[in-house]
């Protein structure tokens, strides 16, 4: 009998949790096309988040791709930001990446959606923000898009640890191969002050391969490290490529089976994320982000990075455990290929 019991209290569980979500939706069903004579173009949306003084457990947002209901789907594998910035401040910060699926075969009723933590930012998703789908790309605007939705759940509660502030390292798009312009040199080490509470710092990034040479495929389609180092000490290594055959979204049109520069077309990118603990004493340290040396003497190869140092309290506890996701057995789309 306590079978029963059990999945009695974790539907009562869920129940109440349902009940203090809060859902941000800036855009719904926006349709989102290209600027072909710029390649980029922004469609902000102001919208009204929770506020200072509410605490948030944890915030996730979902982004759904349709088909416009007046446009077939658009075709293009694209690189696009979705960024935030809090009215009143200077500050405008990259908190997810969507990369664009090969829509050509795709039709209404088409959709596909995929989530993202973003608690890190949490500091930030109150009050009034402007929320900006940036979309990038050349293909006509006139007879294809997408209609996107952005929907954020704002999950009330005591968090398991309180975002304390969040500083930027990092962002835009950086030279790699150019001897002219050393990405060491345009991504420096940066040395902050952290607050005296911060028990953890996190190094969250979002970072996608571009550019493709004739010879070596840098870098969309070569295979390259990145070493993150935490007052001079390596605490992160890791290849900067996917493997894009485990995409769940599939089949696509055009080349989206092939392995790329730590991205795949059709992706919402979880970010990678760095924990290191602060043992206390100095306040001041010093982060700095690494790439494999390469060299090539007519590079257009780049990387799109966004990197954000987040600094966290101590833990309210010692365990805390939350049920978040079921894999097996799910119709969740993003599960597919496990089921």
């Given at each position: 009998m306590r079978v029963p019991i059990l999945l009695l209290a974790?539907?009562?569980?869920?129940?109440?949790?349902?009940?203090?979500?809060?859902?941000?939706?800036?855009?719904?069903?926006?349709?989102?096309?290209?600027?072909?004579?710029?390649?980029?173009?922004?469609?902000?949306?102001?919208v009204q988040f929770p506020r200072a003084d509410l605490d948030l457990r944890q915030v996730l947002l979902t982004v759904t791709f349709a088909c416009p209901d007046s446009l077939r789907c658009a075709e293009w594998d694209y690189l696009d930001h979705i960024l935030v910035h809090p009215l009143g401040s200077t500050d405008t910060i990259e908190v997810a990446r969507m990369l664009t699926p090969y829509g050509g075969f795709y039709r209404n009723p088409w959709s596909f959606t995929w989530q993202v933590d973003v608690t890190d930012f949490s500091p930030l998703l109150r009050d009034s923000v402007e929320v900006i789908y940036v979309h990038s790309g050349y293909e006509p605007n006139n007879d294809r898009g997408w209609a996107v939705t952005l929907d954020f759940?704002?999950?009330?509660?005591?968090?398991?640890?309180?975002?304390?502030?969040?500083?930027?390292?990092?962002?835009?798009?950086?030279a790699y191969g150019d001897t002219t312009k050393p990405f060491a040199a345009a991504v420096p080490p940066r040395t902050l002050a952290?607050?005296?509470?911060?028990?953890?710092?996190?190094?969250?990034?979002?970072?996608?391969?571009?550019?493709?040479?004739?010879?070596?495929?840098?870098a969309e389609f070569c295979r390259k490290w990145r070493e993150v180092r935490f007052d001079g000490r390596p605490v992160d290594r890791r290849d900067l490529w996917r493997e894009c055959g485990t995409n769940p979204l599939q089949p696509q049109a055009g080349t989206w089976i092939f392995d790329r520069g730590n991205w795949c077309p059709g992706e919402?990118?979880?970010?990678?994320?760095?924990?290191?603990?602060?043992?206390?004493?100095?306040?001041?340290?010093?982060?700095?982000?690494?790439?494999?040396?390469?060299?090539?003497?007519s590079s257009t190869a780049h990387w799109s990075l966004a990197a954000y140092l987040v600094e966290l309290d101590a833990p309210r506890a010692r365990h805390d455990a939350a049920l978040v996701d079921i894999l097996a057995p799910s119709d969740a789309p993003v599960h597919r290929l496990r089921n």
């Open positions: 974790l539907a009562l569980s869920w129940s109440l949790s349902a009940q203090d979500t809060l859902h941000v939706r800036p855009h719904d069903r926006a349709t989102i096309v290209t600027d072909p004579a710029a390649g980029v173009r922004s469609f902000p949306a102001r759940a704002c999950i009330t509660g005591p968090p398991a640890a309180r975002v304390l502030a969040v500083h930027t390292l990092h962002r835009g798009q950086f952290l607050g005296p509470s911060a028990a953890l710092a996190r190094v969250r990034l979002h970072q996608t391969g571009h550019g493709m040479h004739a010879d070596d495929g840098c919402l990118q979880q970010p990678d994320i760095v924990d290191v603990p602060l043992a206390g004493g100095s306040c001041t340290h010093t982060v700095d982000v690494v790439m494999e040396p390469y060299a090539h003497d």
